[in-house]
């Protein structure tokens, strides 16, 4: 069974930093797009940052210069490091990736449990 699986979140300080890890686990064919969603307290679920299978990004304006997103296709990982946080990106962080599973070669859909992320002094 697919799994994604966030990792890294916590407290940080404005202006600090912190690297989110999301990793797929189980049986996998091919990972295709994966995006960092986030949402925070009392608000509705947005993008934050994706990547293609290519390696091709794009950001959210809210993010753009300060955000980065990459990944490991030998380890089936998708990061995004923060860098200059910001009260405004307290939120849950969420992944979600489109992934060919290894077994059924059947293309779905799936999304991480989350990880919160608290900018605070």
């Known amino acids: 069974q697919v799994q994604l699986v966030e990792s890294g979140g916590g407290l940080v300080q404005p202006g600090g930093s912190l690297r989110l890890s999301c990793a797929a686990s189980g049986s996998i064919f091919s990972i295709d797009g994966v995006g960092w969603y986030r949402q925070p307290p009392g608000k509705e679920r947005e993008l934050v940052a994706h990547?293609?299978?290519?390696?091709?990004?794009n950001y959210a304006d809210s993010v753009k210069g300060r955000f980065t997103i990459s990944r490991d296709n030998a380890k089936n990982t998708v990061y995004l490091q923060m860098n200059s946080l910001k009260p405004e990106d307290t939120a849950v962080y969420y992944c979600?990736?489109?992934?060919?599973?290894?077994?059924?070669?059947?293309?779905?859909?799936?999304w991480g449990k989350g990880t919160l992320v608290t900018v605070s002094s």
């Open positions: 979600n990736a489109d992934i060919t599973d290894g077994r059924a070669f059947r293309r779905l859909n799936y």
């Open positions: 990547i293609t299978a290519s390696s091709m990004t």
